[in-house]
């Protein structure tokens, strides 16, 4: 079982930065893919951001490229968005998860974190 906890969010004028962060439970967390979701009020949840076990590989969704970096620090089993140049749109509950490996989805989830950006 996988326990994921995230910390970090909260109102930041547009513009502006925040970092969002999550803590895992398993020993094996260098074994799990990692991702970032977000889910604003009406819509659907959607994905962010996802890295690659040892952090190599990064991918985005469009609307953040440029403006979001995923990381992860396997010894402290954390995994990180960093969000910079944030904007209204950006304004959802953030989610971290975890799968074991890209040919499923993700399995574990967080209970979220809200971020809000002010205009």
């Known amino acids: 079982q996988v326990q994921l906890v995230e910390s970090g969010g909260g109102l930041v004028q547009a513009g502006g930065s925040l970092r969002v962060s999550c803590a895992a439970s398993?020993?094996?967390?260098?074994?799990?893919?990692m991702g970032w979701f977000r889910q604003a009020p009406g819509k659907e949840r959607e994905f962010v951001a996802g890295?690659?076990?040892?952090?190599?590989?990064?991918d985005y969704t469009d609307s953040v490229k440029g403006r979001f970096t995923i990381s992860r620090d396997n010894a402290k089993k954390t995994v990180s968005l960093q969000m910079n140049s944030l904007k209204s749109e950006d304004t959802a509950v953030y989610y971290c998860?975890?799968?074991?490996?890209?040919?499923?989805?993700?399995?574990?989830w967080g209970q979220g974190t809200q971020v809000t950006v002010s205009s």
């Open positions: 998860a975890a799968r074991s490996n890209v040919r499923v989805e993700y399995e574990f």
């Open positions: 398993p020993r094996t967390f260098s074994s799990y893919y």
């Open positions: 890295i690659s076990w040892t952090g190599g590989t990064t």
